[in-house]
């Protein structure tokens, strides 16, 4: 265990890709353990970890994101919400937000969220005046709700990982913690906005809200396709997101007329693109995680968070927090790959649901999204919003504190988690 911690250290200090990072961790752990016989199976290690068919389901999520996102939903889900919220002091906040919650069911990615919604509404709250660290701020916090809300692709790479929770639960308990983070996030944006002034924003009214929406109905129907047909057992979570993607071709081109041959290729290369740095961590990872779990480092994972507390509150906070140091160090997909296979079976040996402990686990690194040095998502706003890094980070204070709110609730109430998927077995 000393030789594989001593390299992942190393290289990841001097600055190597964390996907490199994995694979020589790995490779050190597995020559301590068996020599260099142990090396040869690193290989087969490598294909298992990117062979799953559930994984086909990631392109297919990101290319129908792309579509749609070609197609100018973007601007769609903008302008209802714009409708419902014109007149309200701070509209521009509020709408990134919602317009971030809807977009989400078709993305499954924080920082696809904040390019998307943050190159259209950061400029028009600067415009208005909006200070550009709160623009980039907000637009950042409500991107972090796009791996919660189903489909996510976190969601499924956690699903592969680890094979006690089906991605169908998590898609369906990942609902109400949602809504919970957008919620939270609400009330921070109108607090906010009335403390500091914020400008009202065009026209509104039921009318002007129902005209938008009608425009906007068939791309929001993605998310209900994917979830229906999944849900209803018409088809499983790879059919459903190729599904959504023909039909991501046919509303754009057919009914929208926007989505031309042009816009489909440039699609398909970021989808070529964003999988490929998925499916390379997995691969990766998977070496890492073979070593762990022969190690017996997640009985001693076990072991030391019941040897500090036995109650269990203190148990599942105690994580939080060191997943909430994990998520600032390393970015959300890599840092699940890397934790998981040690924390999960851990709190699953001292009584914790899997299906809840997956959820906090989830939400907790993705709060990583906003938190400096990675900070991903805030990092790209801030760039889009010409501001500086550290400004952006002092304004998305009041929006992390109301994260944190949200995990505490979802790790002490595992109903929050628990309640829908409940419902539907």
């Given amino acids: 265990m000393a030789a594989a911690l001593a390299v992942f250290v190393v290289v990841l200090l001097i600055g190597a890709p964390i996907a490199l990072v994995m694979l020589f961790s790995g490779l050190a752990g597995a020559m301590s353990i068996g020599g260099p016989e142990f090396l040869e199976i690193v290989a087969d290690r490598m294909f298992s970890g ?8 990631i392109p297919y999520f990101i290319f129908t994101a792309e579509l749609m996102n070609h197609a100018g939903l973007t601007q769609r889900l ?8 014109g007149r309200v002091r701070g509209a521009l906040s509020h709408v990134t937000i919602l317009s971030s919650l809807l977009f989400a069911g078709l993305t499954g990615a924080a920082v696809t969220d904040a390019v998307a919604i943050g190159k259209l509404l950061i400029p028009a709250m600067k415009k208005e005046g909006y200070s550009p660290a709160y623009a980039a701020a907000v637009t950042a916090c409500a991107s972090v709700i796009g791996p919660i809300i189903p489909p996510s ?4 790479v956690y699903a592969t990982l680890l094979y006690n929770v089906s991605v169908i639960s998590l898609f369906v308990g990942g609902i109400v913690p949602g809504l919970l983070l957008a919620a939270a996030l609400l009330l921070v944006s109108f607090w906010l906005s009335w403390r500091r002034g914020f400008p009202v924003h065009g026209h509104s009214g039921l009318g002007l809200a129902l005209r938008r929406l009608l425009p906007t109905v068939p791309a929001l129907l993605v998310p209900v396709i994917i979830l229906g047909g999944i849900l209803a057992g018409w088809t499983t979570v790879t059919e459903a997101s ?7 071709i046919g509303v754009g081109t057919l009914l929208y007329r926007t989505l031309t ?3 489909v290729l440039e699609a398909l290369v970021t989808t070529v693109r964003l999988s490929g740095v998925v499916f390379f961590l997995l691969a990766t990872s998977t070496v890492l995680g073979w070593f762990v779990a022969r190690s017996g480092i997640t009985r001693e994972a076990a072991e030391l968070i019941a040897d500090f507390s036995t109650n269990p509150m203190v148990q599942i906070l105690m994580v939080n927090l060191l997943l909430l140091v994990v998520g600032t160090m390393v970015d959300v997909l890599p840092a699940l790959v890397i934790v ?3 924390l999960a079976p851990a709190m699953t040996q001292l009584g914790f649901d899997p299906l809840h402990f997956a959820m906090v686990m989830i939400l907790t690194l993705n709060v990583g999204n906003i938190t400096p040095p990675v900070g991903m998502s805030l990092m790209t706003t801030a760039r889009i919003a010409g501001v500086s890094y550290e400004k952006a980070i002092v304004a998305s204070i009041p929006f992390y504190l109301s994260f944190i709110a949200v995990i505490a609730v979802v790790s002490l109430w595992p109903a929050t988690v628990l309640w829908l998927p409940g419902l539907l077995r």
Avoid at 50 to 57: C, E, H, K, R, Y
Avoid at 78 to 85: F, G, K, Q, R, S
Avoid at 153 to 156: G, Y
């Fill in 50 to 57: 990117v062979g799953g068919f559930l994984l086909m389901a």
């Fill in 78 to 85: 903008i302008d209802l919400n714009n409708a419902l919220l």
């Fill in 153 to 156: 692709i976190v969601m499924v």
């Fill in 242 to 248: 190729a599904f959504a993607a023909v039909y991501a």
């Fill in 261 to 263: 041959v042009r816009k």
């Fill in 340 to 342: 998981a296979p040690v």
